[in-house]
T-cell receptor, first 115, second 115 residues
Framework: DGGITQSPKYLFRKEGQNVTLSCEQNLNHDAMYWYRQDPGQGLRLIYYSQIVNDFQKGDIAEGYSVSREKKESFPLTVTSAQKNPTAFYLC??????????????FGPGTRLTVL | KNQVEQSPQSLIILEGKNCTLQCNYTVSPFSNLRWYKQDTGRGPVSLTIMTFSENTKSNGRYTATLDADTKQSSLHITASQLSDSASYICVVSAFEGGGADGLTFGKGTHLIIQP
């Protein structure tokens, strides 16, 4: 069963704590992405990786960090420096980093709530 | 600045009726336009992808149209079903760079189908 998995589905965090969101894909895609979705807003790009051991900042990277040590995994860490982390986080992948020519496949999302 | 505007923000229709969702964009230079369906609490799923040369594309009861001259697209849903209740997101790609920063997401139209 191919696809993208994200875990956990729901995550609660106290202020001042770092948390890591998991994203795994078995589609053999080179590129992976992290988006943030807030009510009434379009998806906003946090980080993306076109290939293993390489990643670039998106529009709202401040307060977040990522790693891409394996092709199938792209974890996102939400640090205490992120001022308003409560949101729905979506991971996606595409066959190549030339995403305008390739379909993006999205995971089921993780809803993070800061208490 | 590239922008994608969707209308209406929300829409309620009765089961079995048809509806049309709108997407206007100012993205340049245009590469392609995508429509996604996002069920509540889930990741977006691709419905259609249209390039500059395509005017109409269908996927079952979903038909997307594109007018590249007026920079408008519409998504028509025929004989709506309860399962069509979701948010519909328009995404426009620009040629610049080809990477993830070339995607502009609309805020979505929230569609509710009532029995």
């Amino acid at each position: 069963d191919g696809g993208i998995t994200q875990s956990p589905k729901y995550l609660f965090r106290k202020e001042g704590q770092n948390v890591t969101l998991s994203c795994e894909q078995n589609l053999n895609h080179d590129a992976m992405y992290w988006y943030r979705q807030d009510p009434g807003q379009g998806l906003r790009l946090i980080y993306y990786s076109q290939i293993v051991n390489d990643f670039q900042k998106g529009d709202i990277a401040e307060g977040y960090s990522v790693s891409r040590e394996k092709k199938e995994s792209f974890p996102l860490t939400v640090t205490s420096a992120q001022k308003n982390p409560t949101a729905f986080y979506l991971c996606a992948s595409s066959r190549s980093g030339q995403v305008i020519y390739n379909e993006q496949f999205f995971g089921p999302g993780t809803r993070l709530t800061v208490l | 600045k590239n922008q994608v505007e969707q209308s209406p923000q929300s829409l309620i229709i009765l089961e079995g009726k048809n509806c049309t969702l709108q997407c206007n964009y100012t993205v340049s230079p245009f590469s392609n336009l995508r429509w996604y369906k996002q069920d509540t609490g889930r990741g977006p799923v691709s419905l259609t992808i249209m390039t500059f040369s395509e005017n109409t594309k269908s996927n079952g009861r979903y038909t997307a149209t594109l007018d590249a001259d007026t920079k408008q697209s519409s998504l028509h849903i025929t004989a709506s079903q309860l399962s069509d209740s979701a948010s519909y997101i328009c995404v426009v790609s620009a040629f610049e760079g080809g990477g993830a920063d070339g995607l502009t997401f609309g805020k979505g139209t929230h569609l509710i189908i009532q029995p």
